[in-house]
Each structure stands twice: as C-alpha cells, then as structure tokens.
C-alpha cells in the first residue's frame, strides 16, 4: 500500500528508468541518487572505517582463507566456520585475482553505505508522501549509522565491511517491498539477504510478516503468529532444558553476555524499552501516513515479542539454542523503523526550522563521531588502505606477517582484543598466521559454530592472563600446541629473545633460552 505519492515527479526533477529491479520501484530521480552519493563518502568520514577490526577482521581471516588455502592450518575452523553459511567471502575471494584487498574492501564498504542509504530512501519514500519527511529519515539515518542497537553487541551499520553490511540494505528493499504489496520483490530481496546472512534474514522476515499483517489490520492473525511463536520457544526451551556448563560448546555460549539479559549492564536496558514505547506512541498517531504508523506498529510488536521470549526462555542455566539464535536481534530493524520515523517526523517539524535540524544532525554526527574515537582511540579514524597503521598493534602484527614463517603458530593473551591501545584488531587477519583461540572473538565464533567449541576452550584456557605468567609457564601451556612466538605487552616481563618491540608491545620467539630459568626484564 502506497501512500498516495506521485511518481511521476518530485520537485520538478524529471524520472529516470535506472533498473527494472522488483520491490526498488527502479524509477528515481537523478536528484536523490546525487544526494545519497554525496552523503557516502560523508557517513565514511564522520563514523569512521576499520577494515581489520572486531567483526571485519573474522570475515577478512575467511576471505584470506578461501583465496589461500595453505592460510591457518592449525586455526583453521575459525577462519572457515564464518564463510559457511554466507556467501560474501565466496564472493569476495575470487575478486582478489584483480584487485588488492584493501582496496576491495573499500569499496566494498563505499558501497554498503550507498545501498543502506538508498535502502532508507525507499523505506521512507513509502513511509511519508512529501519530500522532505522522507530526506529528513534518509538524513538522520546517515547520522546515526554506527548507533548501537541497545546490549546486543549490533549497530544499525558497522565501520568495516561484513556480510551484513549487505543483508541490512537487502531487508530494506524486502520491507519496502512489503509496503508496495509487491510479494515477489520482498520474497527476492529476502532471499538475497538470507544467502548474505541467514540469521538476521529471518529476523527480517518476522518483522515483513508483522508489517504484512499490520499494514492490512489483521490484529488476530498477527496475535496467533506471535502467540505460535512464543509457544514455539517454549517447546524450544523445554526441549533443550537444562543447559550443561561442563560441555565446551555451552562454555563458548555463556560467554557471551550480550546473549542473556541478566548479563547485561542496567544502563541497557532502556535501550529496549524506550524505543518500543515512542513507537507504539508514533503508531497510534493520526496525523502520521498510514505506512509510517503501520512500520511503528509493527516494529514495536515484533520488538515487544523479542524482549518478551528473551525473559521468558532465554537464562544461562536454560535453553541455549534459543540463546545461540539471539532473539533481541530484532530490536536492529527496531532501531532502524524508530531513526526513519524520528527523522521523518523531524524533517516535517522543522519545516520553517532548516537551522534546526542541520544543528540536531550535527550534534548526533558529533556524538557518534566521538563513540568511535573512543572506540578505537589508537587507529586513525579512516584506515585508508596502502598508508602505514597508527595502530601500534597493527604494526606488530604486520611485522609477523613479513618476518616469522608462513606454519609459524603465535599466542597472544586471551583477552589481548581488551589491551590498551590494541582497538579490537584482528590478528589473524592481519598477520595472516595461525594462533591460538583467544576468549572474546573466536568465542563468538564457537559460540555458534560447535565445531570450534573444543579448540576455544582449550586454547583460551591455555593463554589465560598469559601476559602475567611466568616463562616457564608459558612454554609448559604453550610449547603442547605447538606455538613458536608469542605477542606481549612491552610492560610483561620475559626473558624470551624480542625482535620487534615499539611502546606498546613485543613480538618474542617462544624458547627454552632461559637465563638461569629465571624470568629477566627486557
């Protein structure tokens, strides 16, 4: 159902025909493609890009892989684990045959932006019938593109590329798809997502049902889809009851915390309950287009239904399949609905008040701006590719990748993603060497892949507060997995030979070259 725009025209610009491409509507205007073109590069300086960092790093260890295979023979469960279920480093690692990495992931993530964007244009297009509702959701939808999605370790778009930087553009276009009651194109979007990421596909696809039903005023049936849903999970939970701690996958799972809401900080929570409560405000407002209050609707419904199975069966010493599928996920196009709603609704406020809202996208730019920079406080904040690393960890790791053999296997403090100045850069992908599991990333990896639960727990076990031991403890944990360097903070004591050491940390060669078997500092 469309909300009686006209497309013919938009503010004298005349349509072209760009692509006949189903649920896109493929006929815009030069005008809006130019904007969203010139706000890409915008969103990239202002939020920041980290190719090798958090989430980036473990899909760019896959790509690496897949082009590689003599790449992680001893690890290499969790640089292939990732690409299994995805299609983005299959498709990505054969485009390395003509063009380097860096740059493939730049442009890459260039165009993740542009899709997210155009994705939000369409959305509110749909959404709101004049123009500048629309572009005031598009606007602060570039605003906020690295907003964190309450406790649940999500942002409505990362600062590197991954296989959902494509996937959320993708569930855009199926929703607005949805809107246009245009059943093939939300089905083909949906699909192409769920080849990206089949996880957060079906979430997308819970939220297009709930909007189906809502947009049409189906209130039993959508009540019977979210009561068959809840009574699912209790099945799930009941099924799956209790969770076992002694096993290593269920280890790997109750270490995330952003799994459990019990785990989460108190600060968190109104991250959930807030923007359910604006939206179900916003859908119950008739001065708003029927389309925006069906998507506010339906966003605090399958919101509201996510939070209410979260407590009900999602608890450390419960079901932790219901746990591994990560059921607040849905809160992402949550946060997504409530940005296009608020930005829409802003633009048509300040009508009369242009000031206001360029002041109002500057103050959230700037914020969002600063969380990055405290993110990631020791990288420069654009990673633009062939320029050397600020990161003083980065350097360490390429010093590996050009110095130690290709089998070398290195360990690093299990916790080392948590190191002053280290800025959550991935080793692996960096170094392009084996190491061993580390507790925080290759957790999350173990923590749905149970393939890899084993060799995390062990490893993670063996490199606990590894930077505090003593040498003679490290070569008795380390030298069975067969390790050859070790990475430390240049403040651990060792006495191990350190041919790279700057002021932040050493690379060491693992050895029983001891002086006296006493620990020295270097």
């Known amino acids: ?29 030069r005008f809006p493609l130019a904007t969203i073109g010139l706000l890409t590069p915008a ?20 790509i690496k892989k897949l ?15 990732p690409t ?28 993740s932006i542009f899709l997210f964007l155009l994705g939000a244009r369409q959305l509110a297009t749909r959404m709101f019938s004049d123009r500048r509702s629309s572009w005031g959701a598009v606007l602060l939808a570039a605003c906020c593109f690295t907003l964190p999605v309450a406790g649940t370790s999500l942002s409505i778009m990362d600062p590197y590329a991954t296989a959902r930087s494509f996937s959320t553009p993708l569930g855009l276009f199926a929703v607005a798809a949805v809107l246009d009651e245009n059943w093939v194109g939300s089905i083909l979007w949906l699909g192409l997502a769920a080849l990206l990421h089949p996880l957060m596909a079906g979430y997308t696809a819970l939220n297009m049902a709930t909007l189906a039903l809502a947009q049409r005023r189906m209130w039993r049936a959508l009540g019977l889809m979210f009561a068959i849903g809840w009574l699912l999970s209790a099945v799930i939970f009941i099924a799956t009851h209790p969770a076992d701690p002694g096993l290593a996958y269920n280890r790997a799972a109750l270490s995330r915390s952003y799994f459990f809401l019990s785990s989460w900080r108190w600060y968190e929570y109104p991250g959930l309950v807030i923007p359910l409560l604006l939206l179900g405000f916003a859908g119950f407002r008739s001065r708003l287009p029927w389309p925006a209050r069906a998507i506010a609707m339906s966003a605090a419904l399958a919101g509201s239904w996510a939070l209410l199975t979260s407590l009900c069966f999602v608890h450390r010493s419960g079901s932790l399949l219901l746990a591994r599928l990560q059921v607040l996920r849905s809160f992402h196009l949550v946060y997504i609905a409530g940005v296009l709603l608020a930005g829409g609704m802003l633009g048509r406020w300040t009508r009369q008040h242009t000031r206001a809202m360029a002041v109002l996208c500057l103050l959230v730019s700037g914020a969002l701006f600063a969380g990055q920079r405290l993110t990631y406080p020791e990288s420069s904040h654009v990673e633009w590719p062939g320029i050397k690393p600020r990161n003083q ?3 360490a790791f390429l010093w590996i990748r050009d110095n130690t053999p290709g089998d070398a296997i290195i360990a690093l403090d299990n916790d080392y993603i948590e190191s002053p100045g280290e800025d959550a850069q991935g080793f692996r992908a960096t170094a392009e060497r084996s190491a061993v599991a580390d507790w925080f990333k290759d957790g999350g990896i173990a923590s749905n892949f ?73």
Not at 456 to 466: D, K
């Open 1 to 29: 159902m469309r909300s009686g725009r006209d497309d013919k025209g938009e503010g004298g610009f005349q349509l072209i025909s760009v692509a006949r491409i189903p649920g896109l509507k493929s006929e815009i205007t």
């Open 450 to 522: 149970p393939e890899a639960a084993a060799l995390w727990w062990q490893g993670s076990t063996a490199t606990g507060r590894l930077n505090q031991a003593s040498d003679q403890q490290r070569l008795a944990r380390l030298q069975p997995l067969g390790v050859t360097w070790i990475v430390l903070p240049v403040e651990a004591k060792t006495g191990f030979p350190c041919p790279f050491t700057n002021s932040r940390v050493r690379v060491c060669r693992l050895s029983r070259a001891l002086l006296h078997g006493a620990d020295s500092a270097k």
């Open 67 to 81: 082009a590689n295979p003599s790449l992680y023979q001893s690890d290499a469960v969790f640089a292939t684990s």
């Open 393 to 395: 960890w980065r350097q």
């Open 84 to 111: 299994r279920l995805s299609i983005f480093a299959h498709v990505l690692a054969p485009l390395l045959h003509w063009s380097s990495l860096p740059v493939l992931l730049l442009v890459c993530h260039l165009a």
């Open 43 to 62: 969103v990239l300086l202002v939020h920041g890009y980290h190719p090798l960092a958090d989430d980036g790093a473990v899909y760019v260890t896959g």
